[in-house]
């Protein structure tokens, strides 16, 4: 069974730093493409990123919104995905999940991020 | 640019059908793409992926209710035997070199 099992979101202040976690099973992870997505209360669904499996290149990509704020990484020893959140902003706040594939294929619960002061 | 276009809401009975469409921008009527529905409160969900040619492949679980087709630059979501769990946002995602996009949701209601 494919698990996504999102951590470390939390009350941030604008401009602060956050490091989400995602930890991945019931898949081959080396193989898989990683996104995240986000879902600001009571909007819809906003692709924030994709860093491609190694044997595929590793190629990261970035949404207009967060690129060069966020980025996006990968541990295989321990089928791990992160996203470092930089300078924060309000319109951060959302719910970020962690997800396979492309298209994407399975969707984990998600955690919560919001930046307030 | 990829966009995709939705209808804000759509409504049927119960037990009734309803079709949802999603329209691909100019330029990739030929982009795959796929339905994610999100119940109330809850994470999204992946559906299907559906290709140009209407052909398309389920996500786990998925009821034979759900299924896909295309024509030209539309892609649909047709829910057969309407139930209340049907009740719920759905998205349709497309991709392209170095993104990927989602629509703005079409709300379905069981009347």
């Known amino acids: 069974e494919v698990q996504l099992v999102e951590s470390g979101g939390g009350l941030v202040k604008p401009g602060g730093s956050l490091r989400l976690s995602c930890a991945a099973s019931?898949?081959?992870?080396?193989?898989?493409?990683m996104n995240w997505v986000r879902q600001a209360p009571g909007k819809g669904l906003e692709w924030v990123g994709r860093?491609?499996?190694?044997?595929?290149?590793?190629?990261?990509d970035y949404a207009a919104p967060v690129n060069a704020r966020f980025t996006i990484s990968r541990d295989d020893s321990t089928n791990t995905v992160y996203l470092q959140m930089n300078s924060l902003k309000t319109e951060d706040t959302a719910v970020y999940y962690c997800?396979?594939?492309?298209?994407?294929?399975?969707w984990g619960q998600g955690t919560l991020v919001t930046v307030s002061s | 640019q990829l966009v995709l276009t939705q209808s804000p809401s759509a409504s049927a009975s119960l037990g009734a059908s309803i079709k949802l469409t999603c329209t691909l921008s100019?330029?990739?009527?030929?982009?795959?793409i796929a339905w994610h529905q999100q119940q109330p409160e809850k994470g999204p969900r992946y559906l299907m992926k559906?290709?140009?040619?209407?052909?398309?492949s389920k996500g786990d679980g998925v009821p034979d209710r759900f299924s896909g087709s295309s024509s030209g630059a539309e892609r649909y979501l047709t829910i057969s035997s309407l139930q209340s769990e049907d009740e719920a946002d759905y998205y349709c995602?497309?991709?392209?070199?170095?993104?990927?996009?989602f629509g703005t949701g079409t709300k379905v209601t069981v009347l």
């Open positions: 995602q497309a991709w392209d070199t170095g993104v990927q996009v």
């Open positions: 860093i491609k499996s190694k044997p595929a290149g590793g190629t990261i």
């Open positions: 019931g898949f081959t992870f080396t193989n898989a493409w």
């Open positions: 100019s330029g990739h009527s030929s982009n795959a």
């Open positions: 997800t396979t594939g492309t298209p994407i294929d399975y």
């Open positions: 559906l290709n140009s040619d209407g052909s398309h």
